[in-house]
């Protein structure tokens, strides 16, 4: 390798630049290879979770264990209790999350969490939530019940439906409702039967995710070793034949 001046370039060894890159170029290269095996596990997981909501019936799936993520489909009719969820934000505006006890035809109930409405002028105003009757197929995920916050006012006991609501705790849905599961449902969107605004982040980091961490680690390695090899060679010449470094 040379330049216009006649002066070239040669490979200069340097423990310590040798070190720091042995050291940090097979860290980078593993946390890749580590993202690409989340990858392929969080994709099984999911093949197995879509496997089993084609061949599972509702009761079989509460019966093995109700994991968050899940998707689902059930059928059967919405009932009469329904909770709005407090303090629900979309695009600065506030509202509720509509949270309605649904009967799947076998199998216990569940809570099922419809999607967000606009909170109205006044607080002693609650929002005008319309349940749709007869039998219904909804499709959704599997999530959690909304916990509190650790610091919490205690919950002021409410008569009549809807009532508003800081949280649900899985504990105070089963004192209306003493079969409920340990898990609600979500509606995967705004197109399902009964559903308001249910336009979700989504719970689970995907595969893709991953991915895209593994190729942001290898692209690190890659740009090290060529560093590394840059680094390495050293101009010589006149001026440069003594230069030990």
Excluded at 119 to 148: F, W
Excluded at 225 to 245: C, E, F, H, M, Q
Aim: avoid cysteine; glycine fraction near 8%.
């Amino acid at each position: 390798m040379s330049d216009p001046q006649g002066q070239r370039r040669h490979w200069h060894f340097d423990w310590r630049l040798m070190l720091f890159t042995g050291l940090f170029l097979p860290l980078l290269i593993g946390l890749g290879l580590w993202q690409l095996d989340r990858a392929g596990q969080k994709q099984a997981m999911l093949d197995q979770w879509q496997q089993d909501a084609l061949d599972l019936e509702w009761p079989e799936l509460v019966a093995r264990g109700l994991e968050s993520g899940r998707p689902l489909a059930l059928t059967g009719q919405f009932g009469e209790r329904t909770w709005l969820l407090d303090n629900r934000t979309r695009d600065g505006v506030p509202g509720y999350e509509v949270l309605t006890v649904f009967h799947p035809i076998a199998g216990p109930a569940v809570v099922v969490n419809r999607g967000w409405v606009r909170a109205p002028r006044t607080r002693d105003q609650l929002p005008e939530v319309a349940t749709p009757e007869g039998a219904l197929t909804l499709a959704g995920r599997v999530s959690d019940y909304p916990e509190p916050p650790v610091l919490t006012d205690p919950a002021i006991p409410q008569e009549g439906w809807p009532r508003r609501v800081q949280s649900l705790p899985g504990a105070a849905a089963r004192a209306e409702i003493p079969d409920l599961p340990d898990a609600i449902v979500r509606l995967a969107d705004s197109d399902q039967p009964g559903a308001f605004r249910a336009d979700w982040t989504p719970d689970l980091m995907g595969p893709q995710t991953h991915y895209g961490y593994a190729t942001q680690w290898f692209a690190l390695a890659v740009a090290l070793s060529i560093l590394t090899v840059v680094a390495s060679y050293r101009k010589t010449g006149a001026d440069n034949d003594n230069d030990n470094g």
